[in-house]
Each structure stands twice: as structure tokens, then as C-alpha cells.
């Protein structure tokens, strides 16, 4: 060792007490330059996760800097020759704890400093959401391993520990496999950010409604019959799920409408046009930028069907804007006297008359 060959007790004793002022003077310098430094980091956010960082390594790292020096002088004391190994050790325990909770620091500053100057800016709430719970489990996971080492350095056999936790992991994981299985679908629907709090959803052949709440077990939605209901994650992470607020809130709106075969289709046309830029004018719900657009779709087998498409401003105005439209198209329609056919069939004969005599003909006719 450095001092073994010094054999004057007395000198041992004074380089000691040398070393204990020594590392208090040092450990003292250390945090004052840290708080010098810290504090001219402290401009803008940028250099404000700086300030935190150096705040949270610095503190831990003078105060290693003062306890090796202590445990270092005690190792030099003649008196304390016979306890040298577990000084050593004692001092392994504090080193550990030491980095650990300077660890621990530098993320809870770091996801600290997100989570308020990064996270209110985002779109999604998956930072929200997560980060919180990723910073309890790095803590989780530090102390865990500095645990281990601690009884490592202290000469404490960890295998079997090890081998227990991976036995009583694999049990837990067992047990809480519904629970797991929600929690990940949770990440996975965070994480994707296509659903947020407010939009209007449909689960294909479920419910319908609007978004409260995203958890990480399961997501909220209130029906338009004003109804919570509780989807868990791993259901909306195995359904198709329809978001009527992406990428926009407009929804597009198609009415389907027939005339009678004996209508002139130039002046339908004109008409459902004239009507659909009426309502786009008129109704509050209705996108007033973007025109109707008009189409005849088939011959079907008592009209002729065409189609009249608008945009509505959401998934709400979709539904007063196809109620303007059908009895505005209906109004106008039966003002015009354009005939919008119930079912009907006609029976054509070979001869050109129904069998069976007058009687049947007349009722034919009638």
C-alpha cells in the first residue's frame, strides 16, 4: 500500500488527519463549483437540463470525493490496521450508494426537465403517460442492482438470488398476463398517438363515442347516448378502430337519391347542385369552402340513383348536414315535379294485353 513503508505511527496518525481535512476541504470546493456552474447553466431550457444534471451528479460526487478521503485516512490510522478489510468494504457500500443516488438523480432531473418545458408540446400523451412510470422503475431498477452489488462486494453469493427472480418473475408474469397484456396494448396505443382525448372513435361491430381517457389499462369513451364505456387496451389493440377526428375533423357526406326514369337528369342535376350549394351557404355544420359534388350512380330498378356529396366540419354536423340535405332535396323535388318512385314492377305480356278476358284486362288496366 502507499503508506505501508511509513513506520512512524505518529507520522501515519498526522498524514490521516491530513487526508480528513484534505477531503472536507475538497469535497467543499466541489459543491461550491458545482453551484458555480449550475448557476450559469441556469439560462435558457436548454442549459437548464444542464443545471439539473450537473446539480444532480455534482452533490453525490463531492460527497464521494469527502467520504473516500475519510475512509482512506481511517485506512492509514495505525490503530485501525486489524479492521483495514472492512473499512474497505464499509467504503465499497458508501461508493455504491453513491453512484446509485446520483444515478436516480440524473433521471429524475432529466424526466423532470421533459416533462414540463417537452411534454406540454407534444400532440400525444404518450410522454405524459410513460415517462412517470418509466422514471419510477429506472429507480426501481438502480436501487435493485446497486442491492446486488452491495451484496456482491460483501462477499454474499447473488446467484441464487438471481435464480429466484427469475423464478418469481416468470410466476408473476404468469398470473398477471391479462394485466400485462392490457398494459402493453396501453404502451402500443400511447405510443402510436392516432387516438387522442376528444376524438370521436368506432370499433369495428362496437361502440362508438367520444374519447375521455387513455390509460394504460383502458381507454374511456362516452357514447353519443352520454354513456361511459370502459374498452380495455388490448381490445382496441386487436379491433379496427375508426378515428373521425384524423387527420382532419371534416367528414365527408354522401345522400343517395333515386328519380323516376321519366325525369331529366340535366335539370336533376342542376336542381341537387343548386340545393347543395344552399346548404353549404346556409348550414353553420356545413364545410363552406369546398363545393358539392353530384353523380348519378345506376339505373336501379324503379330510379335512376345519384349520389350528392358535401363536407360537414365533424362527425356531429355529418348528421345535420344529411338531415338538410334529404328534406331540402325532397322539398325541392316535389316543388319541381320531379318524381322520386316507390318500388314498382311493370309486367310486360307477349301480346301486349294480360290474359284471362275483359275482366282481368279491366283489372289490369285499373
Excluded at 408473476?172 to 396501453?186: C, D, E, I, K, R
Aim: glycine share 10%; net charge neutral.
Amino acid at each position: 500500500m502507499l503508506f505501508e513503508s511509513i513506520t512512524d505511527e505518529n507520522v501515519r496518525r498526522l498524514i490521516a488527519a491530513g487526508l480528513l481535512v484534505a477531503a472536507v476541504v475538497v469535497s467543499a470546493a466541489l459543491l461550491a463549483g458545482v453551484r458555480m456552474v449550475a448557476r450559469r447553466l441556469e439560462r435558457g431550457t436548454r442549459r437548464g437540463l444542464a443545471a439539473q444534471v450537473v446539480r444532480a451528479v455534482g452533490r453525490p460526487g463531492a460527497l464521494l470525493v469527502g467520504v473516500g478521503g475519510v475512509f482512506l485516512g481511517l485506512i492509514v490510522v495505525p490503530d485501525l490496521a486489524g479492521v483495514r478489510d472492512q473499512i474497505g468494504r464499509t467504503w465499497a457500500v458508501f461508493a455504491i450508494l453513491l453512484v446509485a443516488q446520483g444515478s436516480v438523480n440524473v433521471v429524475r432531473a432529466a424526466v423532470g426537465w421533459y416533462l414540463v418545458n417537452v411534454a406540454p408540446r407534444t400532440e400525444t400523451k404518450f410522454d405524459d403517460s410513460m415517462l412517470p412510470l418509466l422514471r419510477r422503475m429506472l429507480v426501481i431498477v438502480i436501487y435493485g442492482i446497486a442491492f446486488l452489488v452491495i451484496l456482491d462486494a460483501l462477499e454474499f453469493s447473488i446467484s441464487p438470488i438471481l435464480g429466484g427472480l427469475g423464478i418469481t418473475g416468470i410466476a408473476v408474469a404468469l398470473a398477471l398476463q391479462p394485466t400485462l397484456s392490457n398494459f402493453f396494448a396501453g404502451t402500443y396505443v400511447l405510443s402510436e398517438g392516432a387516438i387522442n382525448v376528444g376524438d370521436f372513435i368506432e370499433l369495428d361491430g362496437g361502440p362508438s363515442g367520444y374519447v375521455l381517457d387513455v390509460g394504460w389499462r383502458s381507454t374511456k369513451i362516452r357514447t353519443w347516448q352520454s354513456n361511459l364505456v370502459i374498452i380495455p387496451n388490448s381490445v382496441m389493440a386487436d379491433h379496427v378502430i375508426t378515428n373521425y377526428n384524423r387527420p382532419t375533423k371534416n367528414m365527408g357526406v354522401m345522400v343517395t337519391c333515386g328519380v323516376s326514369y321519366s325525369s331529366d337528369l340535366a335539370e336533376v342535376e342542376r336542381i341537387a347542385m343548386e340545393v347543395g350549394e344552399e346548404v353549404v351557404e346556409e348550414v353553420s355544420a356545413a364545410v363552406n369552402n369546398t363545393r358539392p359534388f353530384f353523380g348519378f350512380s345506376t339505373f336501379g330498378d324503379s330510379n335512376i340513383d345519384f349520389w350528392l356529396f358535401l363536407q360537414a366540419e365533424d362527425r356531429w354536423g355529418s348528421f345535420v348536414v344529411t338531415n338538410e340535405l334529404v328534406k331540402r332535396l325532397h322539398a325541392r323535388f316535389k316543388v319541381e315535379g320531379i318524381e322520386i318512385n316507390y318500388p314498382v314492377r311493370k309486367i310486360v305480356y307477349e301480346d301486349g294485353a294480360p290474359p284471362g278476358g275483359p275482366a282481368l284486362q279491366a283489372q289490369a288496366a285499373s
